[in-house]
């Protein structure tokens, strides 16, 4: 299966939430059956991390968005843990600070996008200001509503820089929410990550959908796709995840720079180094 074909919102369509199951797994089974090609994935991210730095032409934003308990920080986890730190960084945007309220909502990310050759995660992004802000009426419809064309401009500026802009939504269930929450309440080190505003967000569940559901047919670009990932398995979502980021490098076909250097001479110069020894 494609999986990019499969999970891209098409630009132009009427794309819809429902289109998607949450806890589709692709015939897979269970974690163990997704291992080997989990590992795969991983090892070519790896790889194509250390191509990305080494050649310092191309960067890679990968965004990142869901509801409460989604998934954001698990994803992290497994996509950014197979790199090699040097050359990553994940942004996270929380309500934006005065600094950041006194600019233009896209200020921010413009500041923690990818320099050539990094990774940059955004853990939430810019489209909280079509997301959050919409649902709780932060700014007049008249304000939100003319934020999908400026997103889209940004980001094309962004992939006519080299970067290549990669978006995921991390699709789960109602049901698979309260399930999480659950998991949460009963374990002592997650209680940290509670609030009682993951209920009250829980209550906007369909105008979050509803919004979401915009910015998705909205911002879903040949240049900027949009994937909803199904969420509801963490190692589903991992494995999607991983397999669509690592495909959409290997077409950058990249390779190792030639070496600045003579290697007859590095050659040569190692060999007297040899035989004089320790
Ligand atoms: P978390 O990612 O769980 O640490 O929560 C960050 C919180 O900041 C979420 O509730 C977001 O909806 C909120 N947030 C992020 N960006 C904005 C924004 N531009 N305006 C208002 N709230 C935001
Ligand atoms: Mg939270």
Redesign the pocket.
Known sequence: MDYRKRFRVKPGSKFKLSDQAPDFTDKLESEEEAKAQLDHYQHRLREFQDLLWVNQKHSLLIVLQALDTGGKDGTINHVLGAMNPQGCRVA?????SAEEAAHDFLWRAHRDAPAAGEVVIF??SHY??VL??RVHD?VPKSVWSKRYKRIDSFEKELVEHDTLVLKFFLHISKAEQLKRLKARLDDPAKHWKLSA?DFAEREHWHDYSKAYEEALRECSTAHAPWYVIPADHKWFRNLAVARIVVEHLDELKMGYPKPAVDLKRIKALYKKAAKRGA
């Open positions: 996270h945007f929380r309500q934006p853990n939430r909280e200001d959050v802000v932060l505003g």
